[in-house]
C-alpha cells in the first residue's frame, strides 16, 4: 500500500512569509494528524482530524496557523506569516480508527527553515 | 510538560549484544504504549505496542516490557543489528491523545 504522502520535503522561507504544506494520507484512512517536531525533540501534536472534522485542535497555534482536511482526504496546513521560530519537521500522519488503538502511519515530513 | 520522558539521549551497542531502550511516564491514566523508530529524512515507522493491561509483548528480536506501577517501560532488542541504528521514540496513549518522548538515538557497531 502506498504510505503518507507529504510535499514539499524541504522548504526554506523568510520571516513574514506565509507557507503551506501538503498531506496525502493513506487510502481508506479516517483520520489525520498533523504533527511538529522541534530538533532533539519528540513530534507535538498540531491537529487531529476524524474524517473532516478537526476533533482535537488545541495546540495549533490559531492567530497564525490553519489547517484543512477536504472531502476528508487530503489536508493541508498553512502557516501565516511564519516566524523564526515555526523551524521545525512538519509531520503528517493517518489512522484507521474504529475500535481500539491504531497505529500511526507517518509521512517523511517537510523540514521548514525560516531565516 | 513532559509527560513522556526517554532520558537517555543515546546509546551504543555492539552488534549481536542486546540494546534496552528505556521510556518513563507520568500519566497513570495512559493505556497504550507504542516504540517508533526513526531513518534520518524519514518519518518515524510503528515498531511495536504494548496495551496497559500486559506487562509484555514480544515480535520477534523486539520485546516490550511495562511495569506500571513504576511507570515505566522498555524496548529490548536481541541480537541487535547494524540496521537497527536509528532514532527511538516512545509514545503513550490516552483517549486519543497521544505524547511521545524525546526520542533515544541507538547506535549499533559492526
Known amino acids: 500500500e502506498a504510505g503518507v504522502v507529504q510535499s514539499p520535503r524541504y522548504k526554506i522561507i523568510e520571516k513574514k512569509q506565509p507557507v503551506a504544506f501538503w498531506c496525502n494520507p493513506i487510502?481508506?484512512?479516517?483520520?489525520l494528524y498533523w504533527y511538529r517536531q522541534n530538533l532533539g525533540q519528540g513530534p507535538e501534536l498540531l491537529i487531529r482530524?476524524?474524517?473532516?472534522?478537526?476533533?482535537?485542535d488545541s495546540q495549533l497555534p490559531k492567530d497564525r496557523f490553519s489547517a484543512e482536511r477536504l472531502k476528508g482526504v487530503d489536508s493541508t496546513l498553512k502557516i501565516q506569516p511564519a516566524e523564526l521560530g515555526d523551524s521545525a519537521v512538519y509531520l503528517c500522519a493517518s489512522s484507521f480508527r474504529d475500535r481500539g488503538i491504531s497505529p500511526l502511519h507517518f509521512g517523511n515530513g517537510t523540514r521548514l527553515t525560516v531565516t | 510538560d513532559q509527560q513522556v520522558k526517554q532520558n537517555s539521549p543515546s546509546l551504543s551497542v555492539q552488534e549481536g549484544r542486546i540494546s534496552i531502550l528505556n521510556c518513563d511516564y507520568t500519566n497513570s491514566m495512559f493505556d497504550y504504549f507504542l516504540w517508533y523508530k526513526k531513518y534520518p529524512a524519514e518519518g518515524p515507522t510503528f515498531l511495536i505496542s504494548i496495551s496497559s493491561i500486559k506487562d509484555k509483548n514480544e515480535d520477534g528480536r523486539f520485546t516490550v516490557f511495562l511495569n506500571k506501577s513504576a511507570k515505566h517501560l522498555s524496548l529490548h532488542i536481541v541480537p541487535s543489528q547494524p540496521g537497527d541504528s536509528a532514532v527511538y521514540f516512545c509514545?503513550?496513549?490516552?483517549?486519543?491523545?497521544?505524547?511521545f518522548g524525546a526520542g533515544t538515538r541507538l547506535t549499533v557497531k559492526p
Open positions: 487510502s481508506g484512512h479516517n483520520t
Open positions: 509514545a503513550a496513549i490516552y483517549n486519543n491523545d497521544m505524547r
Open positions: 482530524y476524524e474524517n473532516e472534522e478537526a476533533v482535537d
